[in-house]
Protein backbone atom coordinates (compact mmCIF):
# COMPACT_ATOMS: atom_id res chain seq x y z
CA UNK A 1 0.00 0.00 0.00
CA UNK A 2 1.55 3.72 -0.88
CA UNK A 3 0.30 5.28 1.41
CA UNK A 4 2.82 3.69 4.18
CA UNK A 5 5.40 1.36 2.99
CA UNK A 6 5.38 2.56 -0.78
CA UNK A 7 5.52 5.95 -0.07
CA UNK A 8 9.02 5.34 2.18
CA UNK A 9 10.10 3.02 -0.19
CA UNK A 10 9.56 5.73 -3.15
CA UNK A 11 11.14 8.45 -1.21
CA UNK A 12 14.27 6.10 -0.76
CA UNK A 13 14.21 4.81 -4.48
CA UNK A 14 14.40 8.53 -5.52
CA UNK A 15 16.42 10.73 -2.59
CA UNK A 16 19.41 7.94 -2.27
CA UNK A 17 20.18 8.43 -6.48
CA UNK A 18 19.77 12.46 -5.91
CA UNK A 19 21.89 12.53 -2.92
CA UNK A 20 24.93 11.04 -4.98
CA UNK A 21 24.12 12.43 -8.13
CA UNK A 22 24.34 16.14 -6.54
CA UNK A 23 27.10 15.68 -4.63
CA UNK A 24 29.11 17.57 -6.49
CA UNK A 25 26.22 20.61 -6.52
CA UNK A 26 25.97 19.97 -2.82
CA UNK A 27 29.39 20.77 -2.29
CA UNK A 28 29.74 23.57 -4.36
CA UNK A 29 26.85 25.32 -2.84
CA UNK A 30 28.52 24.82 0.82
CA UNK A 31 31.76 26.31 -0.75
CA UNK A 32 30.01 29.06 -1.78
CA UNK A 33 27.73 29.91 1.44
CA UNK A 34 30.82 29.47 3.48
CA UNK A 35 32.51 32.43 1.50
CA UNK A 36 29.41 34.60 1.43
CA UNK A 37 27.75 33.66 5.64
CA UNK A 38 30.83 31.80 6.55
CA UNK A 39 30.57 28.95 9.13
CA UNK A 40 27.97 27.23 9.83
CA UNK A 41 27.32 26.54 6.61
CA UNK A 42 23.81 24.32 7.47
CA UNK A 43 20.76 25.96 9.10
CA UNK A 44 19.83 23.60 11.47
CA UNK A 45 16.56 23.99 13.17
CA UNK A 46 13.96 21.94 15.13
CA UNK A 47 10.78 21.28 13.09
CA UNK A 48 7.43 19.05 13.79
CA UNK A 49 7.68 15.73 11.76
CA UNK A 50 5.28 12.69 11.94
CA UNK A 51 2.36 12.84 14.25
CA UNK A 52 4.25 16.57 15.67
CA UNK A 53 7.24 14.72 16.57
CA UNK A 54 10.41 16.95 16.46
CA UNK A 55 13.42 16.24 14.07
CA UNK A 56 16.02 18.65 13.12
CA UNK A 57 15.76 19.80 9.85
CA UNK A 58 18.71 20.64 7.50
CA UNK A 59 19.00 23.23 5.35
CA UNK A 60 22.05 25.65 4.04
CA UNK A 61 22.00 28.83 5.20
CA UNK A 62 20.77 32.10 3.65
CA UNK A 63 21.22 34.87 5.72
CA UNK A 64 23.33 36.45 8.06
CA UNK A 65 23.26 36.59 11.91
CA UNK A 66 22.69 40.52 12.39
CA UNK A 67 21.54 41.69 15.48
CA UNK A 68 20.37 44.90 17.19
CA UNK A 69 21.81 46.75 20.18
CA UNK A 70 19.35 44.39 22.35
CA UNK A 71 20.76 41.23 20.89
CA UNK A 72 18.09 40.21 18.77
CA UNK A 73 17.99 38.70 15.11
CA UNK A 74 17.38 41.88 12.70
CA UNK A 75 14.41 41.26 10.70
CA UNK A 76 14.70 38.42 7.75
CA UNK A 77 14.41 40.82 5.16
CA UNK A 78 17.47 42.68 6.44
CA UNK A 79 19.82 39.63 7.32
CA UNK A 80 19.27 37.85 3.79
CA UNK A 81 21.87 38.53 1.00
CA UNK A 82 21.79 38.24 -2.34
CA UNK A 83 23.37 35.40 -2.67
CA UNK A 84 21.00 34.07 0.02
CA UNK A 85 18.20 35.24 -2.66
CA UNK A 86 19.37 33.43 -5.64
CA UNK A 87 19.71 30.15 -3.43
CA UNK A 88 16.36 30.38 -1.96
CA UNK A 89 14.70 31.86 -5.68
CA UNK A 90 16.43 28.31 -6.64
CA UNK A 91 15.71 26.23 -4.07
CA UNK A 92 19.26 25.15 -3.59
CA UNK A 93 18.32 25.64 0.05
CA UNK A 94 16.42 22.69 0.44
CA UNK A 95 19.07 20.21 -0.73
CA UNK A 96 20.29 19.51 2.62
CA UNK A 97 16.81 18.20 3.56
CA UNK A 98 17.53 14.86 1.32
CA UNK A 99 19.45 13.44 4.33
CA UNK A 100 16.45 13.87 6.67
CA UNK A 101 14.98 11.95 4.08
CA UNK A 102 17.37 9.19 3.97
CA UNK A 103 16.92 9.48 8.05
CA UNK A 104 13.00 9.23 7.66
CA UNK A 105 12.46 12.44 9.28
CA UNK A 106 10.68 13.71 5.65
CA UNK A 107 9.27 12.94 2.83
CA UNK A 108 9.85 14.26 -0.85
CA UNK A 109 6.37 15.15 -0.71
CA UNK A 110 4.05 16.43 2.43
CA UNK A 111 3.21 19.50 3.93
CA UNK A 112 6.16 22.01 4.69
CA UNK A 113 7.39 21.35 8.42
CA UNK A 114 6.40 24.74 10.29
CA UNK A 115 7.80 26.11 13.11
CA UNK A 116 7.25 24.25 16.57
CA UNK A 117 6.07 27.46 18.10
CA UNK A 118 3.16 27.18 15.84
CA UNK A 119 1.62 23.69 17.47
CA UNK A 120 -0.50 25.14 19.75
CA UNK A 121 -1.85 27.55 17.44
CA UNK A 122 -3.53 25.06 15.20
CA UNK A 123 -6.81 23.86 15.41
CA UNK A 124 -7.74 20.18 15.74
CA UNK A 125 -8.17 20.06 12.09
CA UNK A 126 -5.44 21.76 10.87
CA UNK A 127 -3.28 19.80 13.12
CA UNK A 128 -3.82 17.03 10.92
CA UNK A 129 -1.13 18.33 8.51
CA UNK A 130 0.98 15.91 10.70
CA UNK A 131 -0.73 12.77 9.61
CA UNK A 132 2.29 12.39 7.26
CA UNK A 133 5.94 13.37 7.41
CA UNK A 134 6.32 16.52 6.05
CA UNK A 135 8.08 17.12 2.64
CA UNK A 136 10.70 18.82 0.73
CA UNK A 137 7.83 20.04 -1.46
CA UNK A 138 3.68 19.66 -1.54
CA UNK A 139 0.65 20.46 -2.48
CA UNK A 140 0.51 23.98 -1.55
CA UNK A 141 3.54 24.51 -2.68
CA UNK A 142 2.80 23.38 -5.93
CA UNK A 143 -0.50 25.53 -5.80
CA UNK A 144 1.49 29.14 -4.70
CA UNK A 145 4.25 28.25 -2.26
CA UNK A 146 5.13 31.59 0.27
CA UNK A 147 2.31 33.97 -1.57
CA UNK A 148 -0.29 31.84 0.22
CA UNK A 149 -2.18 33.01 2.75
CA UNK A 150 -2.43 30.43 6.06
CA UNK A 151 -5.84 28.83 5.50
CA UNK A 152 -5.67 28.28 1.79
CA UNK A 153 -1.56 26.65 2.66
CA UNK A 154 -3.77 24.59 4.81
CA UNK A 155 -6.46 23.86 3.38
CA UNK A 156 -3.98 22.29 0.20
CA UNK A 157 -2.18 20.89 3.16
CA UNK A 158 -5.25 18.68 4.33
CA UNK A 159 -6.69 17.80 0.38
CA UNK A 160 -3.12 16.16 0.35
CA UNK A 161 -3.41 14.42 3.73
CA UNK A 162 -6.68 13.09 2.27
CA UNK A 163 -5.66 12.50 -0.89
CA UNK A 164 -2.33 11.47 -1.51
CA UNK A 165 -1.14 8.79 -4.23
CA UNK A 166 2.04 7.73 -6.16
CA UNK A 167 0.48 9.66 -9.54
CA UNK A 168 -0.60 12.81 -7.18
CA UNK A 169 3.27 12.90 -5.65
CA UNK A 170 4.83 12.36 -9.20
CA UNK A 171 2.63 15.27 -10.56
CA UNK A 172 3.70 17.56 -7.42
CA UNK A 173 7.84 16.77 -7.94
CA UNK A 174 6.68 17.46 -11.59
CA UNK A 175 5.31 20.88 -10.84
CA UNK A 176 8.04 21.57 -8.57
CA UNK A 177 10.23 21.29 -11.19
CA UNK A 178 8.34 23.64 -13.02
CA UNK A 179 7.95 26.37 -10.74
CA UNK A 180 12.26 26.20 -9.57
CA UNK A 181 12.55 26.79 -12.89
CA UNK A 182 10.43 30.02 -12.70
CA UNK A 183 11.21 31.38 -9.65
CA UNK A 184 7.51 31.79 -8.72
CA UNK A 185 6.29 31.98 -4.88
CA UNK A 186 9.61 32.36 -3.32
CA UNK A 187 8.26 34.95 -0.91
CA UNK A 188 4.78 36.36 0.57
CA UNK A 189 4.55 40.36 -1.14
CA UNK A 190 6.87 42.64 1.70
CA UNK A 191 8.34 39.20 3.58
CA UNK A 192 11.83 37.75 2.70
CA UNK A 193 9.82 33.96 2.87
CA UNK A 194 6.25 34.65 4.56
CA UNK A 195 4.69 36.29 7.60
CA UNK A 196 4.11 34.56 10.90
CA UNK A 197 0.89 32.10 11.61
CA UNK A 198 -0.63 34.32 14.87
CA UNK A 199 -3.64 31.61 14.43
CA UNK A 200 -6.59 31.04 13.27
CA UNK A 201 -9.65 33.49 13.45
CA UNK A 202 -13.09 32.15 14.31
CA UNK A 203 -15.43 31.65 11.69
CA UNK A 204 -18.14 33.81 12.19
CA UNK A 205 -21.84 32.32 12.24
Known sequence: MYRAFGKRLFDLALAIPLVIGLSPVLALVALLVRRDLGSPVLFRQTRPGLYGQPFVMYKFRTM??????????????????????????ASLDELPELFNILKGDMSLVGPRPLLMEYLDLYTPEQNRRH???PGVTGWAQVNGRNALGWDDRFALDLWYVDNHSLRLDLKILWLTLVKVLRGEGVSAR???TMPKFTGSRPVER
Open 64 to 89: REARDESGRLLPDEQRITPFGRFVRR
Open 131 to 133: EVR
Open 190 to 192: GHA
